[in-house]
């Protein structure tokens, strides 16, 4: 039968702490994929409005930094799990 492990990425705890300090490379994917997610609809709506109206709005300029913060986000909770993992490792 399947059994849900005890740690999993749905049963953590919830919070910015809990997905910077995560050693689950699940969560760490769900913040990668959600940075490209915001970082391709900043994109496509960059690309709208300046067909359209010819100008970068607020909008565009805001989904591409979400993006880009999200992806720091999982960049830094990988090298914390890292570390956390060499640290576990040591005798």
């Keep these: 039968m ?3 492990p005890a ?3 749905l049963s953590e705890p919830k919070g910015l ?3 910077l300090l995560t050693l689950d490379h699940k969560r760490i994917g769900i913040l990668y994929m ?3 997610m915001f970082f391709f609809l900043g994109a496509v709506y960059y690309g709208y409005t300046f067909l359209t109206s010819h ?3 607020n909008m565009a ?3 591409l930094i979400t993006g880009v913060l999200i992806f720091l986000l999982g960049m830094i909770a ?3 799990a890292q570390l956390r993992m ?3 490792e040591d005798p």
């Design 2 to 4: 399947n059994e849900i």
């Design 7 to 9: 740690h999993n990425y």
């Design 17 to 19: 702490k809990s997905w």
């Design 34 to 36: 959600y940075s490209i």
């Design 55 to 57: 100008r970068f709005t």
């Design 61 to 63: 300029l805001l989904l």
């Design 78 to 80: 990988e090298q914390i």
């Design 86 to 88: 060499d640290r576990s």
